[in-house]
């Protein structure tokens, strides 16, 4: 007993920390199944038998339904594999199956089903395994498990072509090849080439097998895998060889030869390609080249013990020896080849007489699948039954609660009647108010737009006045001060008059919003070197962060005056040699766009009202430059007409970021 308590203890323990390595039961699940594979590749029948029934005994005793399906499968597993006791197997399926159709563990009844399938496929009982492979695969589409998802696509594209179900077993390898490129796994992606292409050569579609195989080769090149690209050349060889181009098939055999000739463990695929080139010699009738092949071929297929692959070279080589007339050698290898093929017969008779016993003794089994099925049903009809008797519960409840609700409705709409009124009233009031607040923004407007306009015309009207009046006694230095004082009066009222006319487009509704796609840091680097001269006028270093395209959907025109307007206003308040950074970051749902100088500043007083039209605030910038006072009112005015929201973060003396958003 206490032997039992270990080997559970063990086994518990084993089960635990897998557990936790995995991120969830299905990955559990597959490691388990992969390692399942691996052991049973490496050890033999007897070691991976042993106290794996007093292990199932002990999870019996204690109860543990989970252990119980999971050693139940591993018995099954090994008995379908090694031991080829398949009504065991079928025995120990069941119990699983029961096990976790009871649990409702869809994660295990994946792999119970699997195991149904492997047994179903020893006895060659295609259809009958693909049921269970099919319900595996549908369990598996509320799972988001890709390394399964390619086992059952692999398997069923192998079982599908077993049936005759030429369409699904291609659409199986595709599902494969498309994830394969999509997640760019080279290796998949050359294998899912080399299953369809088979399966196209099978079915003579040449062209097509030849498409593939084609596609596999360059991979396979690709990640040096000299084993599958010489079986992949010698594939192609065989093809031209079926086709009749002999010329082709042969610079393939040759390919493959140059690769396996350095290849180690490579015995049947050398011997099989030496055959191949010797039935193409003899396709020839060259038999002494062909008889060549054939001596380096026999060895070989000696070595690797692989009777079909030395039933063909016997027969190959009698035939070699007939053309060449050494009509005794031929009949001694003849008679080699028909041994060999008694021999074989007599084994695929006997293998086939097992067959049909297990098969048999499967089948009286089957009932017990079948009433399972029948319990599963059932239980799903009692299932569906309780689900719409909850439903009609629902329903009605509904239906009391609607009537309620009208009942209430009643009496409510009297009192909202009464209050309807008094809130036509109160709106009424809210429009009157809002007009009166247009017309006093309208006129402090107005107010701005002549005090700014009043002064650049000021100083054009006294530049006019000195140049016309005291030409003669200017100097030149005095009358290009002149001419320059003259350009900054007259750039700064183009820039008001441009944004006025803007601003009053805006209001009138003459620009149409309309969204268009665009690279937000084109455009900063289009303002950037728009606005250049100005700043290296001030020796303004102007740097924009971002490098890679950032794609943004908003009304391209307003946008880029937004951020001309900024950086215009960054250049006019940084001091000589100063520093601009512009920057798109991006957040959960907008971009927002940031540009940052490090001059003047501002007071929060004065932050926190040059957005508003109401406030008259308009400063000179650090070379005497002068603003309109209209510039960030109509910033703001274009943010909000994209969606977008805008605002300034400043400290006097150290400089100020101005940031507006754009929503994705």
């Not at 399906?69 to 009504?87: M, P, R, V, W």
């Not at 309807?420 to 108010?433: H, P």
Request: some cysteine.
């Amino acid at each position: 007993m206490l032997k039992k308590a270990k080997h559970l203890f063990l086994y518990l323990l084993f089960i635990s920390i897998n557990l936790q390595a995995q991120s969830s039961a299905i990955s559990s699940e597959w490691e388990w199944f992969k390692a399942l594979k691996d052991t049973l590749s490496a050890r033999n029948a007897e070691e991976l038998l042993e106290n794996k029934q007093e292990v199932l005994q002990s999870a019996i005793d204690i109860e543990r339904s989970d252990i119980v399906s999971k050693i139940s499968k591993e018995l099954a597993f090994i008995h379908i594999n090694k031991t080829n006791d398949l009504e065991k197997a079928m025995s120990l399926l069941i119990k699983a199956l029961e096990i976790d159709e009871k649990a409702e563990n869809n994660t295990a009844l994946i792999f119970t089903y699997i195991g149904f399938y492997q047994l179903f496929e020893k006895i060659e009982d295609y259809y009958y395994g693909k049921e269970f492979l099919e319900k595996a695969s549908n369990l598996l589409r509320n799972y988001d498990f890709p390394p399964l998802r390619i086992y059952l696509n692999k398997e069923l594209g192998y079982t599908y072509w077993m049936t005759g179900e030429l369409g699904k077993s291609i659409e199986q390898h595709q599902n494969i090849l498309t994830y394969a490129k999509a997640e760019r796994i080279p290796k998949l992606e050359a294998e899912a080439h080399t299953d369809l292409a088979s399966i196209y050569a099978n079915e003579n579609e040449f062209d097509k097998a030849l498409s593939h195989y084609q596609n596999a080769l360059k991979t396979y090149r690709r990640i040096k895998s000299p084993l599958p690209e010489a079986e992949c050349l010698t594939a192609i060889a065989d093809i031209y060889l079926l086709q009749n181009n002999s010329e082709r098939a042969y610079e393939n055999y040759l390919a493959a030869l140059n690769i396996l000739r350095d290849v180690s463990d490579a015995e049947i695929q050398l011997a099989k390609l030496y055959n191949s080139v010797a039935q193409y010699y003899l396709k020839k009738n060259n038999a002494e080249r062909a008889l060549a092949n054939l001596r380096l071929a026999n060895p070989l297929a000696q070595k690797s013990q692989n009777q079909e692959l030395i039933q063909n070279t016997y027969g190959l080589l009698s035939k070699a020896y007939k053309e060449l007339g050494d009509y005794k050698k031929a009949l001694e290898y003849s008679e080699l080849f028909k041994a060999l093929e008694d021999f074989l017969q007599k084994e695929k008779n006997d293998r086939n007489i097992l067959k049909m016993q297990s098969r048999h003794t499967i089948n009286q089994k089957q009932s017990l699948i079948d009433q399972l099925e029948l319990n599963r049903i059932q239980k799903d009809f009692e299932l569906e039954k309780e689900k719409r008797f909850k439903e009609f519960l629902i329903i009605m409840v509904a239906l009391i609660a609607i009537i309620l609700i009208l009942i209430l409705t009643l009496f409510i709409l009297q009192k909202r009647n009464n209050k309807k009124l008094k809130e036509a009233n109160l709106k009424v009031k809210a429009q009157n108010d809002e007009l009166e607040d247009l017309n006093a923004t309208k006129d402090k407007f107005f107010s701005i737009i002549s005090h700014d306009l009043k002064g650049p015309l000021n100083s054009l009207t006294s530049f006019s006045g000195l140049l016309m009046n005291h030409t003669s006694s200017l100097s030149t230095e005095e009358i290009q001060m002149l001419a320059k004082d003259l350009d900054k009066s007259l750039k700064n009222l183009f820039a008001l008059l441009e944004n006025l006319l803007q601003w009053s487009r805006s209001q009138t509704g003459n620009i149409e919003f309309t969204a268009e796609e665009f690279d937000l840091t084109e455009m900063l680097n289009e303002n950037k070197k728009l606005l250049d001269k100005q700043a290296e006028n001030k020796k303004i270093d102007i740097e924009v962060k971002n490098t890679k395209p950032i794609k943004v959907k908003a009304h391209r025109n307003s946008i880029t005056t937004v951020i001309r307007n900024l950086l215009s206003n960054a250049i006019k308040f940084t001091d000589e040699a100063g520093q601009i950074k512009m920057g798109v970051v991006e957040e959960s749902n907008q971009y927002v766009v940031k540009i940052a100088d490090n001059g003047v500043g501002m007071p929060k007083d004065v932050a926190s009202k040059i957005f508003r039209i109401d406030t008259k605030h308009s400063t000179q910038g650090t070379a005497k430059e002068k603003g309109t006072g209209l510039g960030l009112i109509l910033c703001k005015e274009f943010v909000e007409k994209n969606g977008g929201k805008i605002w300034v973060k400043s400290e006097e003396g150290k400089g100020t970021i101005f940031s507006f958003s754009i929503p994705k």
